[in-house]
């Protein structure tokens, strides 16, 4: 049995902290570091603000023994992250900027490769998508890279708005305002 928790809500977050970067880890493209410093720092770039700033927004997928399975960290503001910082720690953040008004939140999602293709990440995805419907968030958005495998993931998570800058590729997920998700 499978299920979903927000950080805020684990009672062992320590745990749930070292399984998710374990698995950050695990699906990175990038695998050599030339120091544990900098290997720590490349996880604060791309995890550290989430797990900072946005807790509430950092969802797992746990098996029954509460092992962690998967993970997304999520933005339900992608522009007020940005001036809270974002923009200074994620490269090329602001690239897509112009879109954040129609699609205001944004979201990363990992899963341990043994357990790929099982629906987990879909999961994960439809779960904060919910969540942000919820609250009014008219879409949800992902960058990725142009030519990146998970893009075809996301298109059928319902990521159909498509925008190409270079070599970044914005896909969006628009949102049913009245508190639903759009069918994907």
């Known amino acids: 049995m499978i299920q979903l928790a927000r950080l805020t809500d684990l009672p062992d977050r320590d745990a749930a902290l070292r399984g998710l970067e374990e698995i950050f880890f695990l699906s990175a493209l990038r695998t050599g ?19 900072g700033h946005a807790p509430a927004n950092v969802w797992f997928a746990l098996d029954g023994e509460g092992a962690v399975l998967g993970y997304l960290t999520g933005c339900k503001d992608s522009a007020g992250a940005g001036a809270a910082g974002l923009d200074g720690t994620i490269p090329k953040y602001e690239v897509f900027a112009d ?13 341990r490769p043994e357990h790929r293709s099982a629906g987990l990440g879909r999961r994960l995805v439809d779960r904060f998508a919910e969540d942000c419907a919820a609250d009014g968030l008219a879409g949800v958005h992902l960058v990725t890279g142009a030519e990146a495998r998970n893009a ?5 998570a319902g990521f159909t708005e498509e925008h190409r800058r270079g070599p970044l590729l914005f896909l969006g997920r628009r949102l049913d305002t009245r508190g639903g998700i759009l069918p994907a």
């Open 99 to 111: 879109l954040f008004a129609a699609f205001p939140a944004h979201l990363h999602v990992n899963v």
């Open 152 to 156: 075809a993931f996301y298109r059928r």
């Open 33 to 51: 570091f030339a120091s544990g410093r900098e290997r720590a720092d490349f996880f604060r770039t791309w995890a550290g603000w989430y797990l």
